[in-house]
C-alpha cells in the first residue's frame, strides 16, 4: 500500500465505526483480561455466551479463585482447551492477588508475567484497558495488514512492528479494531467481499474479487 494511500483508508474505516470496540462483553479491567485469555482459538461469540454466566458470579480473581477448578471448568466447558484455559486463568487470578492486590497490571512485562497471556492478550488489554496504541496481532489482522499491502509481514510480530511504524497517530489506539472488524466481516479469509469494501480503492490486493 502507498504511503499516501494509508491516511485515507483509516480516514473511511473511522467514518464508518468512529468508536470501535473489542466484541467481547466485559465490565472491568479483570474481566477484559480473563476474557481475551479464553478467547484463544475460540469465538467472541462462544467466549461472551459462556461469561454471561462466569462473570456474574466470579467478577473479581478472589471468586474465581473461591470458584476452584472443577467450578471454573463447569462455567467455560462450552469454550475450546477449557481445561488448560481454566488452569491459567485461576494461576493468574492467585498472581494477581498475589503480587498485584487483585489489580491487573499496566505494563506489558508484568501482564505476559502471567500464565497464559501471551504478547497478542497483553496488547490488547493495554490498548482497550488503558488507552495505549499498541497492535494486538491476530489473524484477522495478520490477514488484512498482508493482503492489503498496509503492514506485510511473515510473523505476527513483524506485522506489529510494521504496523507501529506505518500507522499515522491519529489512528493508532483504534486501528486494531477496525483492522479485526474489516477482517472479520469484509476481509474475509476465503473470499474477500472486495464489491462492498468501502477501503477497496487503497488495497494493493487484486484482481478483485467481483460480487457472487
Not at 464508518?16 to 479483570?30: G, I, K, R, S
Not at 485461576?90 to 501471551?118: D, I, K, M, N
Not at 507501529?164 to 472488524?181: E, K
Request: proline share 8%.
Amino acid at each position: 500500500m502507498k504511503k499516501e494511500f494509508i491516511e485515507p483508508f483509516f480516514a473511511t474505516l473511522r467514518a464508518a465505526n468512529p468508536q470501535p470496540n473489542t466484541e467481547l462483553e466485559y465490565t472491568t479491567v479483570f474481566e477484559l483480561l480473563a476474557a481475551v485469555l479464553l478467547s484463544a482459538q475460540a469465538t467472541d461469540v462462544g467466549v461472551n455466551k459462556a461469561t454471561r454466566r462466569l462473570f456474574p458470579v466470579a467478577g473479581t480473581p478472589e471468586k474465581m479463585l473461591a470458584l476452584g477448578l472443577p467450578g471454573l471448568e463447569a462455567h467455560i466447558k462450552t469454550i475450546g482447551l477449557y481445561r488448560s484455559k481454566a488452569r491459567h486463568l485461576l494461576e493468574t487470578c492467585r498472581l494477581l492477588v498475589e503480587r498485584h492486590g487483585g489489580q491487573v497490571p499496566r505494563t506489558r512485562e508484568a501482564l505476559e508475567a502471567l500464565p497464559g497471556v501471551g504478547r497478542k492478550t497483553a496488547n490488547v488489554v493495554l490498548n482497550v484497558a488503558f488507552g495505549e496504541p499498541t497492535m494486538a496481532v491476530d489473524t484477522h489482522i495478520f490477514r488484512v495488514s498482508n493482503r492489503t499491502g498496509l503492514a506485510p509481514g511473515k510473523t505476527p510480530l513483524a506485522v506489529e512492528q510494521q504496523l507501529l511504524r506505518r500507522v499515522p497517530a491519529a489512528y493508532a489506539v483504534d486501528s486494531h479494531h477496525w483492522l479485526i472488524l474489516h477482517g472479520r466481516y469484509v476481509c474475509q479469509a476465503r473470499k474477500p467481499q472486495c464489491w462492498q469494501c468501502p477501503v477497496a480503492a487503497y488495497c494493493d490486493y487484486g484482481p478483485k474479487t467481483p460480487r457472487p
